[in-house]
């Protein structure tokens, strides 16, 4: 029985076939970069204004420096809690009003500030937690939300 050999079928139509799939590929993506760049070059003006808000420097009001005995087991302990606050806020359009409500701050601050221990001040996660209920109380005294950070200057525990 003689084997048949396989024959081999010259395809010339293959190196044409290879073409214009690279043609196609090459269309495809010359669109897709025409599209992205058009897409993107309308954009650039709201990027530009991200930009410009995340690197725009924080508009902050300088609250006051308060200094208050802590809460102890009695009444009153011996020690107290030097801070040094700043507002960080969302406007200077706000400034006038945080500034008529300078003494309804103050107290709610010293109030706030002297109901607290030296145990709760001592670690991170209870400045961090002042710092909410600073922000949560000064927002209940004017109204509205206009306070959006907190910044420490000074803290001292003695």
């Not at 070059?41 to 420096?65: F, H, M, S, V």
């Not at 208050?68 to 606050?85: C, F, I, W």
């Amino acid at each position: 029985m003689a084997e048949a050999e396989p024959t081999e079928k010259s395809s010339a139509g293959s190196p044409l076939i290879k073409i214009i799939i690279i043609v196609v590929v090459l269309l495809l993506l010359g669109g897709g970069g025409f599209v992205g760049w058009t897409l993107l070059g309308r954009g650039d003006d709201a990027a530009k204004e991200d930009i410009e808000k995340a690197t725009a420097r924080p508009i902050t009001y300088n609250l006051n420096t308060y200094i208050v005995n802590l809460m102890g087991q009695s009444a009153m302990s011996k020690k107290y809690l030097k801070l040094g606050v700043i507002l960080g806020i969302g406007s200077e359009k706000q400034i006038p009003e945080i500034e008529q409500y300078k003494p309804l701050i103050n107290d709610s601050v010293l109030i706030l500030l002297s109901s607290k221990t030296y145990t709760e001040l001592g670690t991170v996660e209870g400045k961090i937690q002042l710092k909410q209920e600073l922000i949560m109380r000064l927002n209940q005294v004017l109204g509205t939300p206009m306070v959006k950070k907190i910044y420490f200057t000074e803290f001292v525990v003695q």
